[in-house]
């Protein structure tokens, strides 16, 4: 892979970390500044529903977190770009559709396919 192309992930990269750091922080205020009480029960469920779904998002947020941090860190020490399982490299167009991916495409096939067939 080109450095010019490397270049243009670890952006994309750093600004999806960004975001995702900023949304968690304003999740974080948001929850602080609601209130505790509400005196009506449908109120408070409703609350309590919405509050559910943003923390599951967040949770699923912060797995990607990892994902971008580790893809920043390999992108560092050169080993980005190169599937875990066969060592090939990963094409940029896969990469730049999924820049956290791990594996190359015929590999993540693979084992989409191995896990159809145990499930």
Do not use: W
Not at 55 to 83: H, M, P, Q, V, W
């Amino acid at each position: 892979m080109r450095q010019k192309e490397i270049d243009n992930l670890k952006l994309l990269l750093t600004e999806q970390l960004q975001g995702l750091i900023r949304d968690g922080e304003e999740t974080v205020s948001g929850v602080r500044s609601q209130p505790h009480s509400f005196s009506d029960p449908l109120d408070r469920a409703s609350h309590d529903e919405v509050q559910d779904s943003l923390f599951r998002i967040r949770e699923r947020e912060s797995r990607l977190i990892k994902k971008i941090r580790n893809a920043l860190e390999c992108i560092e020490d050169g080993t980005y770009g190169i599937c875990e399982l066969c060592g090939e490299e990963i094409s940029y167009k896969r990469l730049e559709a999924r820049p956290v991916t791990t594996k190359c495409i015929e590999c993540k096939i693979k084992e989409e396919n191995l896990e159809r067939t145990v499930s």
